[in-house]
């Protein structure tokens, strides 16, 4: 339920017509705000604010806010020190939700100097995964990839999700969360291009749209203009005269040019990407580039940042984590994932959060090459921990899924950290394996398909 202008709404009807007016109203007001009403508070729900976007008001929850969700609301989020989101709340990431818009500030460039290219490519190595320095203050273009797929919810899976996320699904959701964001000298959205589905029967029609996107990017002037393109690469394969061309899904007949520096980088930064796609058949890489269009109107990749996905389009870094992932979504369970943004794989991030364990249970995989272990939870955060250790451990039990009636829970939820000995018992794993007892289908209110972690009225 949500609470607007004091009337008690219908979750499931959040997103109906009837309903525009109101959110509209509450869109103008800067005194009374919605609330979210799926966890109990002294002050009756957790604030919201109303977004236009795709030509539609829209519930969001407020920065910061998303712990304070239940578990089973859609509009829940892990704490963000759990994630690689947090040193860029306030730096580079400003959400305003006085006018529904968030400002980003980007780590790299959107024009291309054609005589400055020994100083391009040099920049490359401060979009690394190698730990080497990274601007917090600035997004680079991996944590501007991760971003769009966190606000566009493809990092929450519930069962019902299962078999829903398509590439026009996929395509939706990202322009939708492109639409509220800003750049300190463009709107995201006219920057962003992905490819239409495509279809034999309307491949001219579709070309003719793509050429007309890019227009803007062929001009005069010794500065080019540079667009980003967000797809799946279906191929990265030599080309004439020691170039590459990348192919990306739904656009067979627009290949990029790729310089061999380029592809060099790319191995140097995303080397375990590519191993990920080469290793894992049932996976998918994605990629976000800066391009820029010559003349003759060929389309040159600039830079380029990867993300392993796994078949229902969930990021993965590692075989572990497609392993933890693949099972958890066979054995039906209720998850966030969490990504790194600027983070290098050395920092301990949680790799998940199960929203379906009372309290929420922070998953976590180590190995030799991490740094330590993760912090102690905070004890004002209602999560557990899980520690898998893949460099000397088989996976440990995981938590069974707590079987709620609802989607309130307890608002002063119990905080147990557990270390790898509470969560693993090595004795137990003799008999045991790491799914403990298949969740029961869900039954109740807090099975909301709502995909979405910032919108309340997007269901792919
Ligand atoms: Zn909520």
Same mark, same amino acid.
């Given at each position: ?8 709404? %219908? ?7 009837? #309903? ?22 002294? &002050? ?14 829209? #519930? ?43 400002? #980003? ?29 990274? %601007? ?139 191993? #990920? ?58 998850? &966030? ?17 199960? &929203? ?90 807090? &099975? ?13």
């Amino acid at each position: 339920m949500y609470a607007i202008d004091d009337q008690v709404i %219908d979750r499931a009807r959040i997103g109906d017509d009837y #309903l525009q007016p109101l959110l509209a109203t509450a869109h103008r007001s800067r005194s009374q705000r919605p609330r979210c009403l799926c966890s109990a508070s002294e &002050t009756g729900g957790v604030d919201m604010y109303v977004a236009r976007v795709g030509g539609r008001y829209v #519930l969001k929850r407020m920065p910061g806010t998303g712990p304070h969700h239940a578990p089973g609301c859609s509009s829940y989020a892990p704490p963000a020190e759990l994630t690689g989101l947090a040193p860029l709340i306030g730096t580079a990431i400003r959400e305003q939700p006085n006018t529904g818009l968030t400002r #980003l500030t980007l780590g790299f460039p959107l024009t291309h100097h054609p005589s400055r290219t020994s100083v391009r490519n040099s920049d490359r190595t401060t979009d690394t995964d190698t730990g080497e320095h990274v %601007d917090e203050t600035k997004l680079t273009l991996r944590a501007l990839l991760h971003l769009l797929w966190d606000d566009s919810g493809f990092v929450r899976w519930v069962p019902a999700m299962s078999g829903r996320r398509n590439w026009s699904t996929i395509r939706r959701h990202v322009y939708w969360a492109a639409e509220t964001k800003r750049t300190k000298t463009s709107e995201l959205s006219e920057l962003l291009w992905l490819p239409e589905p495509f279809t034999v029967a309307n491949k001219y029609e579709i070309a003719a749209r793509r050429l007309a996107a890019f227009a803007p990017l062929v001009g005069p002037g010794t500065k080019q203009r540079l667009m980003l393109g967000l797809g799946e690469v279906k191929n990265l394969t030599p080309a004439r005269f020691g170039r590459h061309k990348l192919i990306i899904k739904h656009a067979p007949d627009c290949p990029f040019i790729v310089e061999a520096d380029t592809v060099a980088a790319l191995w140097h930064t995303f080397g375990t990407e590519l191993a #990920l796609r080469q290793a894992l058949p049932d996976t998918k890489l994605l990629a976000l580039l800066t391009f820029g269009i010559t003349r003759a109107g060929v389309a040159v990749a600039d830079r380029i940042a990867l993300m392993s996905v796994s078949a229902d389009w969930i990021p993965i870094e590692s075989v572990f984590e497609h392993t933890l992932i693949t099972g958890l979504i066979a054995h039906r369970r209720r998850f &966030t994932k969490t990504l790194r943004y600027n983070q290098p794989p050395s920092t301990p991030l949680a790799s998940l959060i199960l &929203t379906d364990t009372d309290p929420p249970t922070a998953c976590y995989l180590t190995c030799a090459t991490s740094s330590g272990p993760p912090q102690p939870a905070d004890p004002d955060l209602p999560v557990t921990q899980w520690i898998w250790n893949t460099s000397v451990d088989a996976m440990p039990r995981i938590p069974p899924a707590t079987h709620r009636t609802n989607t309130t829970r307890p608002h002063q939820a119990s905080t147990t950290a557990r270390n790898t000995q509470e969560a693993h018992n090595p004795s137990d794993d003799k008999e045991a394996p790491p799914w403990p007892i298949p969740p029961a289908a869900p039954t109740n209110g807090s &099975t909301s398909t709502h995909c979405a972690t910032t919108s309340a009225s997007t269901t792919p």
